[in-house]
């Protein structure tokens, strides 16, 4: 099983290979200018930054911290180490459905929903937003 590491809290925890989403959210209105040919587009913002991911434990006590992290409430940054960029003040959604992957009981499995409350993407080299 191919696997890359994200960081939550400086724990380093293994996500399955091409399981990884972000989604980003940005609210627009279109406003049309009644008795003209002319429309507006208006920002309004962005939401929070989705990452669901799908996370695994290679043994017991990997298990216990997974399941020690996803259970709490605590905000923190997630590095998404391989592509140099990271999300601040970063929450876990608060649910998660945990499976065992192997009869022998070593290896387990958890899909996770981060919640990125600052919605941007910041580059780990320079601490600069990304986009």
Same mark, same amino acid.
């Given at each position: 099983?191919?696997?890359?590491?994200?960081?939550?809290?400086?724990?380093?925890?293994h996500?399955?290979?091409?399981?990884?989403?972000?989604?980003?959210?940005?609210?627009?209105?279109?406003?049309?200018?009644?008795?003209?040919?002319?429309?507006?587009?208006?920002?309004l913002?962005?939401? %929070?930054?989705? !990452?669901?991911?799908?996370? @695994?434990? /290679?043994?017991? =006590?990997?298990?216990?911290? +997974?399941e020690?992290?996803?259970?709490?409430?605590?905000?923190?940054d997630?590095?998404?180490?391989?592509?140099?960029?990271?999300?601040?003040?970063?929450?876990?959604?608060?649910?998660?459905?945990?499976?065992?992957?192997?009869?022998?009981?070593?290896?387990?499995?958890?899909? %996770?929903?981060? !919640?990125?409350?600052?919605p @941007?993407? /910041?580059?780990? =080299?320079?601490?600069?937003? +990304?986009?």
């Amino acid at each position: 099983m191919i696997t890359y590491n994200i960081t939550f809290n400086e724990i380093d925890l293994h996500v399955k290979n091409k399981t990884m989403t972000i989604l980003n959210k940005r609210f627009k209105e279109v406003r049309h200018y009644p008795g003209t040919n002319i429309s507006a587009n208006i920002d309004l913002g962005r939401q %929070a930054t989705e !990452i669901n991911c799908e996370l @695994f434990a /290679y043994n017991q =006590d990997e298990k216990i911290l +997974m399941e020690q992290l996803l259970s709490s409430n605590v905000l923190g940054d997630l590095y998404i180490n391989g592509e140099g960029r990271f999300y601040k003040n970063v929450i876990h959604s608060g649910s998660f459905e945990m499976s065992q992957e192997t009869e022998d009981g070593q290896i387990y499995s958890a899909s %996770a929903k981060f !919640i990125a409350l600052d919605p @941007f993407p /910041y580059d780990i =080299d320079t601490g600069e937003v +990304m986009y």
